[in-house]
């Protein structure tokens, strides 16, 4: 038999920046919510273009207790000496000023689920370059990110998912964060074993993460099997063909020419100014207090915080029906529907008002939990109200089913000899039986319905 070739061990480590909610900028007060303004560079003032001799303010402070509060969440050590505002210098169309201003690091040496986390820190985004039309759009320019750097202790594209989602499930309980779909943006270094490392820019969901990243290893595997050599490179990811692509041999530190930005004093963060800052729940007080107060199962609670949409979804429902069913509900029936799609909660159109209207259908017997289910299934992609489905539908064949049981009982009534027939064995007395009552519903009935009661009223 062949052995099987052993696969190289892999190292892979994260950069993720993710957009601060502040409203204002990190050095100007322009408007931040560049991704629902259409028309660009609008939000923009002399600061955030890099006009010439155009001072920055000072650092915004939101922005800075942000980052605090996630270095925190993030297991870090808050740095006590002075953090400067470095400029980061590189020559882009994005980038008016020729330079980025990244501070030094908020917080070090964190820790997450056994993932090292290196540093936390801010910097401000870049415009946005169409490459295409050749425009730049300066609404993005100066836009508070976080970067949070990881150790390279991921060692497979299923850690550095698994890695992804806790960490933005849990950037999501701060509440600081932008959550519009896509501005998260990774930069993943992968090295195989003994070969160079390769840096993957414009990675911006947990799914292109993933693939980015199975697709990386594949073509490093397969240029080694070749006999080619892995240079130290950064490389393009493109989401639509799920490929990467050379972009340039890796700047290393000294390109950027870091120097400290002579316009903004360094930042001293107080003592007072850290233990100022409180925590946000955390999924894991969360999943507590759920246990605590809802008395639902612990499996349960853990799938329910693990996203903290499907959490809120939950505790939305929980008070008006039992919070039992609603998160056996939830944990099963709503997952399953998600999964068989591949979507998450926000892109359906399940919401709490929609899923209580279910429930209470069923716990008033108004349908039974298998309509429900099937209700379901279709609402989380129509928003139909169920009730009106019920309305409409099924309530009307079920009363429709009562309907035929009281005819059914009439004709039982009036034909007695057919009824005596029937019963001593002539089975045709049972077609008449039917005719009866087909001729009194004007043919409307459903034949399979009226056998069956037939059958059954008359034993
Ligand atoms: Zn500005």
Redesign the pocket.
Known sequence: MQKLEERPKVKIGLEIHVPINSRQ?LF???PTNYYEVEEPNI???????GMPGAKPFPINEYALESAVMIAKLLNCKIVNVKAFVKRKHYNYPDLPSGYQRTSDPIGTDGELSGIGIWEVHLEEDPGRYDLVTGRVDYNRS?VPLVEIVTAPDMKSPEDVRNFLKELMNLLRYTGRIIEVGGVMRADVNISLESGARVEIKNINSVKGAYKAIKYEIMRQINLRKRGGVIRQETRGYNEKSMITTAMRIKETTDDYRYIPDPDIPPLVLEKSFIEGIGLPETPQNRKKRLIERYKIPEKYAQILVREKELADLFEDVAPNTDPKIAADWICREVLRQLNYRGIDLKESKLNSKILIEVLKLIRDKKITETTGKKILERIIDSGESPIDIVEKETLGRISKEDELSMIVDDVISENPEAVQDYESGKKRALNFLMGQVMRKMNGRADAEVVIRLLMEKLG
């Open positions: 900028k100007c007060d322009c939000n923009t003032c002399p600061v955030c273009t100066g």
